[in-house]
C-alpha cells in the first residue's frame, strides 16, 4: 500500500507539504488529478502517480498547465472532484482557462494548488500568484505548516463545492518543502471517476450573453464568500496586548520565532490570515480597532497590506499600518524571523540587536552543473565549434539552461516555458546573425510548439534544436508525450516529436546523436550552410538523460575514459575550457600539469574521447 | 496556544535550530529527515525544510530541523544551534548561521567542487577551514564519517553516521531509540541493517563529547 493512502494512524505522520495536500485531497474524494510539473509543485502530482490505480483515482500528466485546468475543469463540470498543481508561473500559463472557469463554476470541488518560490530557488521570477485571487474573484487559502496544507486543502474542496467555483491553494517553496507532523483523518470508500454532464449552453458555453450574465453572478458570488472568509476559522486572533501583527503564510511561523525570541508574546496580538480572499474585511477592521499599531508581514507583494490599508480608510480608523510601505518587511526574497525581528524592533520601538554574524572569506564556488554525460553539453560543444560565438543563443527552461555557465555560454535570451523560439524568430528578423534556438523535448511539448508554427508560416530564418533527452529531467523524470524509456521497457512515442516538427510544416529536419561529435557537426554544417534561405530548421539532438537510462532500464556502464598519463596537459587543456565536463580534475605533478577522469564519475559517454587523442576507453 | 491550531502538540521543550549543509548526492536530506522523524518519535514539534532543486547536479545542498518552541522553517543568520556538515568546505561555508553557542559537526571528507577540479580555484588546506569556524563557535567537531562508515563495513552510511555523532553528544532531547524506530520508518528492510550499524558507529563516537557543558541543555539557555 501506498504510504499516502494508509487507514488513520494516532501517530502524526511526518509528510511533506505537497504530500499532506495529496492526502487531504484522497481525504476529500477527489477523482480526477492533472498536472504539469514544476518545482516545488511537483511532489504532488508524482504522489498522485505512485497512488492513482491504488486510489482508484484518474491521473494524468497533462501537457502544461494551461490543459491541466481545462481537464480538470470539464471533470468538475461532470460533478468529479478535481484538483491541479503547478508552480506560480504556470498559473501564467493557464490564466485564461482559469479567469474563465471563474465565471462558470464547477459541479464538484476543484482546487488549483499554486506554488510560488519567493528568493527564486528555482524560478525565472517571484511573483506574488495571490493577485491571480483577486484578478479571478475564486477564493483563495494560505497554509503555513504541513499540517495546515492538509486541513486546507479539505476545507479548499468544501469550499468550492459549497460556492460552485474552483478554490485556490496558494503554497510557497517553505510549505511544499516543509516536513512536519500531520494528523491524517481516514479515506472515503472509492467512488471513481465517472461523471454525468447535463446540457446547458446558456450557462456553460462563454459567448458575451452568458459572460454578461455570468460577471454577475460571480460579483455576488464574492460578496457571499466575504462572509464564509469573515467566519471561518481559518483567520484567527491570538495573544493580547497593543502591538498588532498581521500575517499568513509562513510568515506567521516567522512571527512566531520572532515574538518568542523577543518576549513579545503577551504584549502583541496576531491576527493569522488563512482565508486569504476574499479577505475578511469586518474581523480585519475589528483586529485594527484593538492595537495602536499594526505591522503586516507578509512575503513578496503587500497582498494583505493593502487591503488592511483600505479596511482602515472604510472604517475610519487612525491606526498606524506598516509592512513594506515603510520599508520595514523586505518585498524582495523570503523573510526569516531576523527579518521579521528587526521590523519588530523598529515599528515598535523596542530594543532588538540582531545577531553578530561573521561571514565566511571567499571560498571555491560549488555551483550546479550539467551531470557528467549530459548530452546537452555534447550538442551545446558541437553547436558552438559550427555556429561560433556570432550566433545568438535563445534558450528555454531545463537542465540545459545551465549551459549558461561557462565554459560552454550558450545561452543569450531566456524568459519563460517555450520563449527560444519565438524569440529567436524576433531576433532573426531584426539581426543579421544567426540565430539558433534550444528548447527541451518537455518543454517543446508544452510551449515550443506555436512558436515554431509562427515561425514556419512567417519564413523566419532560424534553427531550433530540439534538447530531446526522452524526459522531463530538472522536475524529476515526468513524462511528456514523446517518451519512449518506461518501467516497463521501450515503447513507440505516443507523439513522434520528428512527425510533430514536420506536421508543423517544416522541411529541413535532421536527427542527431550528440555523443556522435563529427557526425553531429557535419549535419550542423551542412543546415549552417542552408540557413542562407529563408525559412525554419530544425535538428533534433536525441539522446537520453543518464540519469534516467540508469533508473529505468537499469543501465549500468560497461567503460570509462582515461587520459594518458605520459603526455602533459600543460598547453591544450581544451577538454576543460571547451567541455568541461564535472569528471575531469587537473593536478599538477614536479610543475606539470595533467587533466585526469574521475572513473566513479564518468558515465563512458566518449565525448571527450572524440575531441583529445589523449583519452581512451577502459573496460570496467 | 497559538500554534496548535497549525501543528499537533507536543513536549513543550525550548527551540532548537539544526542547519545542514552538504553536497547533492550525499545523502543530507534523508539524514536531516531522519533527524525530524526521530524527534517526532519523542512527540517533540519539529518541522523539516529543504531546497531540492539542484540536488542532483553537483551543487549545494541545504536542509534544516527546528523543532520545539522554534518554528520558522528558515534558520537565519546568526540563530543555528547546531551546524551539521557532511563536507568541510561547507562547514566554513556555514559560518554565517553560528553564533558563539554553536555547535559544529563536520565530516572530514572534502569533496572537491567542480571550480577546483578544472583549476579554477584551489581548495583551502582543511586545516585552514576549521580555523574559519572554531574561534566564533562554542564547539567543532570533526568526525571522520567516512572512516567510520567503513569500519563498519556501511560504505554508504557516512550521512547516517554523523546522525549517530548528533544522537551520541546527547544534545538533542532524542533518545537513541527513537533515532532506531526513525531509521525503520523511512528505509526499506534491505538496507535497515547496515544503517543501523552506521548509526551505532557515529553515537560511539558522539557520546565522548557528551559531557561537554556546552553540550547539555541546561547550560544553553
Avoid: W
Avoid at chain 1, 204 to 224: C, D, M, S
Avoid at chain 2, 4 to 26: A, C, H, N, S, Y
Amino acid at each position: 500500500m501506498h504510504e499516502l493512502l494508509i487507514p488513520q494512524t494516532s501517530r502524526p505522520q511526518f509528510l511533506l507539504g505537497n504530500e499532506a495536500i495529496v492526502r487531504g485531497a484522497l481525504e476529500s474524494g477527489v477523482g480526477f488529478v492533472a498536472a504539469y510539473p514544476g518545482t516545488p509543485s511537483s511532489e504532488i502530482i508524482d504522489r498522485f502517480a505512485q497512488l492513482g490505480d491504488e486510489a482508484g483515482i484518474y491521473v494524468e500528466y497533462s501537457v502544461n498547465e494551461k490543459v491541466s485546468v481545462e481537464v480538470c475543469g470539464a471533470a468538475a463540470i461532470c460533478g468529479v472532484k478535481s484538483l491541479c498543481a503547478m508552480k506560480h508561473v504556470g498559473l501564467n500559463v493557464a490564466a485564461d482557462a482559469f479567469m474563465s472557469l471563474a465565471y462558470v463554476g464547477v459541479k464538484a470541488g476543484m482546487v488549483i494548488v499554486v506554488a510560488d518560490d519567493p528568493s527564486l530557488h528555482s524560478s525565472q521570477n517571484e511573483q506574488d500568484s495571490r493577485y491571480y485571487a483577486k484578478l479571478s474573484g475564486v477564493p483563495m487559502l494560505e497554509p503555513s505548516t504541513p499540517q495546515e496544507a492538509y486541513r486546507m486543502t479539505l476545507e479548499a474542496f468544501r469550499i468550492s463545492e459549497k460556492f460552485g467555483t474552483p478554490c485556490l491553494l496558494r503554497t510557497t517553496t517553505r510549505i511544499n518543502h516543509c516536513r512536519g507532523p500531520v494528523e491524517i483523518g481516514s479515506i472515503p470508500p472509492a467512488k471513481g471517476f465517472s461523471g454525468e454532464f447535463k446540457k446547458d449552453p446558456f450557462n456553460l458555453v462563454l459567448i458575451p450573453a452568458v459572460g454578461r450574465k455570468l460577471r454577475l453572478v460571480l460579483l455576488e458570488r464574492t460578496q457571499r464568500l466575504l462572509e464564509e472568509s469573515e467566519g471561518s476559522p481559518l483567520n484567527f486572533i491570538s495573544g493580547k496586548g497593543d502591538l498588532g501583527v498581521i500575517t499568513s503564510g509562513v510568515s506567521y511561523l516567522h512571527v512566531l520565532d520572532a515574538l518568542i525570541g523577543m518576549g513579545l508574546e503577551d504584549r502583541t496580538r496576531v491576527l493569522k490570515l488563512g482565508f486569504t480572499y476574499p479577505q475578511p474585511k469586518a474581523l480585519i477592521a475589528q483586529f485594527l480597532g484593538g492595537v495602536k499599531k499594526a505591522l503586516v508581514v507578509e512575503e513578496v507583494e503587500p497582498f494583505i497590506e493593502e487591503a488592511a490599508k483600505i479596511c482602515a480608510q472604510e472604517s475610519k480608523l487612525l491606526v498606524d499600518i506598516a509592512g513594506k510601505g515603510k520599508g520595514l518587511i523586505p518585498q524582495a526574497f523570503e523573510l526569516d524571523s531576523v527579518k521579521v525581528k528587526n521590523a519588530i524592533g523598529k515599528f515598535f520601538s523596542i530594543d532588538y540587536e540582531q545577531p553578530k554574524v561573521h561571514q565566511a572569506p571567499e571560498l571555491p564556488q560549488r555551483p550546479p552543473n550539467l551531470c557528467p554525460g549530459c548530452p546537452h553539453r555534447a550538442t551545446y560543444y558541437s553547436v558552438k565549434k559550427v555556429f561560433g560565438e556570432e550566433a545568438v543563443y535563445p534558450t528555454d527552461i531545463g537542465c540545459y539552461t545551465l549551459g549558461v555557465l561557462p565554459p560552454l555560454k550558450m545561452a543569450d535570451f531566456l524568459i519563460c516555458m517555450g520563449s527560444g523560439v519565438s524569440t529567436a524568430a524576433g531576433f532573426s528578423k531584426v539581426l543579421d546573425r544567426p540565430v539558433v534556438a534550444f528548447i527541451g523535448d518537455s518543454t517543446f511539448f508544452h510551449a515550443g510548439i506555436p512558436g515554431l508554427v509562427n515561425a514556419v508560416s512567417n519564413d523566419h530564418r532560424i534553427l531550433l534544436v530540439i534538447l530531446d533527452n526522452g524526459t522531463t529531467a530538472m522536475t524529476g523524470h515526468q513524462p511528456h508525450p514523446g517518451v519512449e524509456l518506461t518501467p516497463k521497457g521501450r515503447i513507440e512515442p505516443k507523439v513522434s516529436l520528428e512527425k510533430l516538427v514536420r506536421g508543423c510544416g517544416v522541411s529541413r529536419v535532421a536527427r542527431i546523436n550528440p555523443l556522435q561529435v563529427k557526425k553531429s557537426q557535419a549535419v550542423l554544417q551542412d543546415f549552417k550552410d542552408k540557413m542562407n534561405e529563408p525559412g525554419v530548421s530544425v535538428i533534433i539532438s536525441k539522446s537520453p538523460c543518464p540519469l534516467f537510462e540508469a533508473r529505468i532500464v537499469k543501465k549500468r556502464k560497461k567503460i570509462v575514459f582515461r587520459t594518458d598519463e605520459s603526455k602533459s596537459c600543460a598547453d591544450c587543456k581544451k577538454c576543460l575550457t571547451e567541455l568541461g565536463c564535472p569528471a575531469f580534475f587537473v593536478e599538477s605533478s614536479g610543475g606539470v600539469e595533467h587533466v585526469f577522469i574521475d572513473e566513479s564519475l564518468c558515465s563512458g559517454c566518449s565525448v571527450c574521447s572524440q575531441i583529445c587523442d589523449s583519452i581512451s576507453p577502459k573496460r570496467i | 496556544m497559538i500554534k496548535r491550531k497549525i501543528m499537533p502538540m507536543g513536549k513543550e521543550i525550548r527551540g532548537l535550530r539544526i542547519f545542514f549543509t552538504g553536497v547533492g548526492g550525499q545523502g543530507t536530506l534523508l539524514a536531516t529527515r531522519l533527524v525530524g522523524e526521530a524527534a517526532l518519535e519523542e512527540r517533540v514539534p519539529v518541522l523539516m525544510s529543504e531546497i531540492h532543486g539542484m540536488a542532483q547536479r553537483g551543487g549545494v545542498v541545504e536542509s534544516c530541523v527546528v523543532m520545539g518552541r522554534a518554528v520558522s522553517p528558515i534558520i537565519a543568520d546568526g540563530e543555528a544551534d547546531i551546524v551539521i556538515a557532511f563536507e568541510p568546505l561547507e562547514a566554513a561555508r556555514a559560518l554565517p548561521k553560528c553564533n558563539p553557542k554553536t555547535v559544529v559537526i563536520t565530516s572530514i571528507a572534502p569533496i572537491r567542487p567542480f571550480t577546483v577540479t578544472i583549476g579554477q580555484s584551489v581548495y583551502p588546506d582543511q586545516d585552514s577551514l576549521y580555523r574559519i569556524v572554531e574561534p566564533h563557535v562554542a564547539d567543532l567537531i570533526r568526525v571522520d564519517a567516512d572512516g567510520l562508515a567503513r569500519s563498519v563495513s556501511a560504505e554508504r552510511g557516512s550521512n547516517v553516521v554523523m546522525v549517530g555523532v548528533l544522537a551520541g553528544t546527547g544534545i538533542l532531547p532524542v533518545s537513541k531509540t527513537s533515532f532506531e524506530q526513525a531509521l525503520r520508518q523511512i528505509l526499506p528492510e534491505r538496507l535497515l541493517e547496515p544503517n543501523r550499524r552506521a548509526l551505532d558507529a557515529g553515537y560511539r563516537f558522539g557520546a565522548q563529547f557528551a559531557g561537554r557543558k556546552h553540550l547539555i541543555a541546561e547550560h544553553r539557555d
